[in-house]
């Protein structure tokens, strides 16, 4: 009849128990129970307090004292109400630690009829807290939903011992006997007396776990026979309660006991444990190993860092949460909304909202800062990114190659001269390194053209293809869009470049064939040709490589010149071509096929071949 408790939400907390202990004494608490507070990192505050934190260690079950004689006087001299419910809108409470906080809908408090006291399983109220002119205290131990306490710890950043534990998970069969503990510790160390009976508000008792633990099943999990002796001595010890039915023992699991999600593999778990992991026996698995099977997916993947390193680069590997204001420099605008994007439900933090779409952002990010220690990097990073599709649930994930290159080409050496004398990493590396690339794993004739993309410089940028489709694009980043990723990337050329490698690694082909080599001297020839400024160097190559056939085992571009001998808008192309087969050749023999290349570059292109 001291007081009243009521739950509004069951599923927000299960029960609620109320004791009061009256004439209680405060002071410090004994020197037994201080000193084991301080070994378990606790500070001793008072009697009242430190019993309640004393209870929670030795529980598991956290308890708040309330000052008795403040209720009474906010419930106007009648019984005090205890309500336990979700905050209304626009209500306040000033907690323990003096914070005056704005509550919301989401946060469970315990309150009378006049408004909240305190933070369920959070922080009490400052009205209520217990102090020195405390006589009468009404002790509470409850149990509250797990995810509403932690939704509210993280809200208000107020983790505390209580709201730790009861984000965890704190079964309701504690909330009795911890309170009875408690209010026997109290009337002991404090000089309170307790008054007869308690007010427990259980609307939905929960009923005790029962597992049947089959003792087939314990010894097909464990690969041994398992004695069922052994078996019982060892629950009865961790206190559940055994029931003997034959072939499987039946089991009654403490109330304390949260863990027991999967019945009996957590039972079979625990047998492991106390029997001890090192006397359970190896053996082999009865069925036979599949048979293995390569992917080819993965070994190409493999197969281009392997080539990448091997071209001097280094691996790196990014968050694939970003944002889409991060990622908008390299992104055409109808990708930009967030729609665009894969969301993120529960993001960690402000900077992790969305699924990347492309790998080079943040590869960017990862060079800037490097820069800070040192003048020189060659990255690269092979990743997924992620594609909303409308008509299924999850994205689309094509992998994709970003590469970044900054700084000096080489170290600086002594021969050299001058410190940094050593030019600097441009266009023409990153291309000689995917050249590289493209030659390792085989694939067909790369055309290059010019690149539209926006955030690569005019003019220092190419878009690789593969007949039709469209390999990626890479080049000298924008000077007005590479600061936008660190001040780092400032005043010097930065190089990168962003591939598809789903279509690169679809073109590698399934076999290819080895030329043998020749023990006949090779024939060497040049070539220079003029031909319009627009005309790429690619496109001559090729018709080169056509026309010449199985006798032009290679050619190279060593020289580009432009100037007053030749007409205005052309170029000089320069090649140095090499015949060779499995015989000697005759002058005759390179001089018909070197005559069917000028031949084929005049026709195809209106070359014309200087010297001629």
């Known amino acids: 009849g001291k007081v009243r408790v009521s739950i509004e939400d069951p599923s927000l907390s299960a029960r609620y128990r109320a004791m009061l202990i009256r004439d209680v004494r405060l002071g410090p608490a004994p020197g037994w129970m201080r000193r084991r507070l301080r070994y378990a990192g606790m500070r001793p505050i008072s009697n009242v307090v430190d019993v309640t934190n004393y209870v929670m260690l030795e529980w598991g079950q956290p308890l708040h ?11 106007g001299g009648k019984p005090p109400h205890i309500i336990v419910r979700p905050a209304r809108p626009g209500e306040r409470l000033t907690t323990l630690d003096g914070q005056d906080r704005e509550l919301t809908p989401d946060m469970l408090v315990i309150a009378d009829t006049v408004g909240p006291i305190a933070l369920a399983g959070v922080m009490g109220g400052l009205e209520t807290e217990v102090t020195d002119r405390t006589r009468h205290v009404l002790l509470e131990s409850a149990s509250f939903d797990f995810v509403s306490i932690r939704r509210t710890m993280r809200a208000l950043n107020l983790p505390s011992e209580a709201s730790l534990r009861f984000s965890r998970g704190v079964h309701p069969e504690l909330v009795a006997p911890a309170a009875e503990r408690a209010a026997s510790l109290l009337a002991q160390v404090a000089g309170g007396s307790v008054d007869h009976g308690a007010v427990d508000c259980y609307p939905a008792p929960r009923p005790p776990m029962v597992i049947d633990l089959p003792l087939r099943e314990v010894e097909r999990q464990l690969g041994m026979t398992f004695p069922k002796d052994e078996a019982e001595r060892i629950l009865s010890a961790l206190e559940f309660v055994v029931e003997d039915r034959g072939d499987q023992l039946r089991v009654t699991a403490p109330p304390h006991r949260l863990d027991l999600q999967e019945g009996v593999a957590d039972l079979i778990e625990e047998l492991a444990r106390i029997h001890g992991y090192d006397r359970l026996p190896a053996t082999l698995p009865a069925e036979r190993l599949p048979e293995q099977r390569g992917n080819r997916s993965l070994v190409l993947e493999e197969a281009t860092r392997d080539l990448l390193v091997q071209a001097g680069m280094f691996e790196a590997i990014t968050y694939s949460l970003t944002t889409p204001e991060r990622e908008a420099p390299l992104l055409p605008a109808d990708l930009r909304s967030t729609t665009a994007y894969v969301q993120i439900l529960n993001p960690i933090n402000a900077e992790r909202t969305v699924m990347r779409r492309t790998v080079l952002a943040g590869l960017l990010e990862v060079a800037a800062e490097n820069l800070k220690h040192t003048d020189s990097l060659r990255l690269f990073e092979i990743g997924p990114v992620f594609w909303p599709r409308p008509d299924a649930p999850l994205p689309d994930e094509p992998r994709r190659l970003a590469m970044v290159l900054c700084g000096r080409r ?29 030659e390792g794993l085989h694939l067909p004739e790369i055309e290059l053209t ?19 489709t469209i390999l990626g694009h890479f080049g000298e980043m924008h000077p007005k869009v ?5 001040k780092e990337l400032t005043h010097r050329p930065v190089v990168v ?40 160097a690619s496109l001559v190559l090729s018709h080169i490589r056509s026309a010449g056939a199985d006798l032009l085992r290679d050619v190279r571009l060593f020289d580009v010149y432009r100037g007053e001998s030749i007409p205005a808008g052309t170029k000089s192309l320069a090649y140095s071509l090499v015949y060779q087969a499995d015989r000697n050749l005759s002058k005759k023999d390179v001089d018909k096929v070197h005559r069917k290349i000028e031949d084929r570059l005049k026709q195809a292109l209106k070359a014309a071949i200087r010297g001629q």
């Open 410 to 438: 080489r170290p600086d050496y002594w021969a050299d001269g001058n410190p940094g004398s050593s030019p600097l990493l441009d266009f023409f590396d990153l291309k000689g390194i995917l050249e590289a690339l493209f």
């Open 450 to 468: 010019r690149s539209t993309a926006g955030w690569l410089h005019p003019g220092k940028a190419a878009e690789a293809r593969l007949g039709t």
């Open 497 to 536: 470049a962003e591939l598809d490698l789903e279509a690169i690694l679809q073109a590698v082909p399934e076999r290819y064939l080895y030329r043998p080599v020749t023990v006949f001297a090779p024939v060497l020839r040049d070539i220079a040709v003029v031909v319009p400024e627009e005309t790429p």
């Open 65 to 75: 004292a309330f000052d008795y004689d403040v209720l009474l006087r906010r419930a």
């Open 482 to 486: 590479a600061p936008m990723f660190g």
